[in-house]
């Protein structure tokens, strides 16, 4: 079964820091990975999706990378801003459609002003 | 054109009783996901479709929860004799095509929350 891990759970950094996220999966058989957002109270806001044929993926400030054999991605925010915090979610699709994505616990960002 | 939309935003309800979410995906879409999302934790997946039938309900709880999609556009998640635990935000997504099909970035609703007192 595919399990997701986030690290780390919680975050809190100056505006203007470049930063990282990190997501593993347990199995690397994987059609396709994606980023999302979650602001309190709302619904998820699709980031970037990264193909298993792909290695990354970029939509301006952000940068989406993907191992596949060694079951890892990482979500790089440069120049971050206040409007940047909120929840950060990695889900993989696995399946076919089959199970749908498999979500991590996701990361808490706060940038401060 | 507009994304998904779910209704109603907010549902409470009493222990016991029947309710029905549903779930307006993009237009030309021919995959719907429904998840479960609990406080603090990311969404789990409860049922898959495409086209009108159901491909994966693997993730359906129990018995008491049925989802329908009966012309392949609107679905419905209906739960029978809720409890408290079934008290989450309920989310749907859809996409253009399937896994693997290079059209299979999943666009996600605001959300039902439910309230089961």
């Known amino acids: 079964k595919q399990e997701v891990t986030q690290i780390p759970a919680a975050l809190s950094v100056p505006e203007g820091e470049n930063l990282v996220l990190n997501c593993s999966f347990t199995d690397s058989a994987i059609y396709n990975l994606q980023w999302f957002r979650q602001d309190p109270g709302k619904g998820l806001t699709s980031l970037l999706l990264i193909q298993s044929s792909q290695r990354e993926q970029t939509s301006g400030r952000l940068n989406a990378s993907l191992d596949k054999s060694s079951g890892r991605s990482t979500l790089y925010i440069a120049a971050s801003q206040p409007g940047d915090s909120a929840t950060y979610l990695c889900a993989v699709d696995s399946g076919g459609g089959a199970d749908g994505l498999t979500f991590g616990k996701g990361t808490h960002l706060i940038i401060q002003p | 054109g507009a994304g998904v939309s779910q209704t109603p935003s907010n549902k409470v309800t009493e222990k016991g009783k029947y309710v029905e979410l549903r779930c307006d995906p993009i237009?030309?879409?021919?995959?719907l996901y429904w998840y479960r999302q609990s406080l603090g934790q990311g969404p789990e997946f409860l049922i898959y479709f495409q086209g009108t039938g159901a491909a994966d309900d693997s993730g359906l709880p129990n018995d008491r929860f049925f989802a329908v999609r009966p012309e392949g556009s609107v679905s419905t998640l209906k739960i029978q004799r809720t409890e408290r635990g079934d008290s989450a935000v309920y989310l749907c997504a859809s996409s253009k095509g399937t896994s693997g099909s290079g059209e299979d970035e999943q666009f996600f609703g605001p959300g039902t929350r439910l309230t089961v007192l």
């Open positions: 237009s030309g879409h021919t995959a």
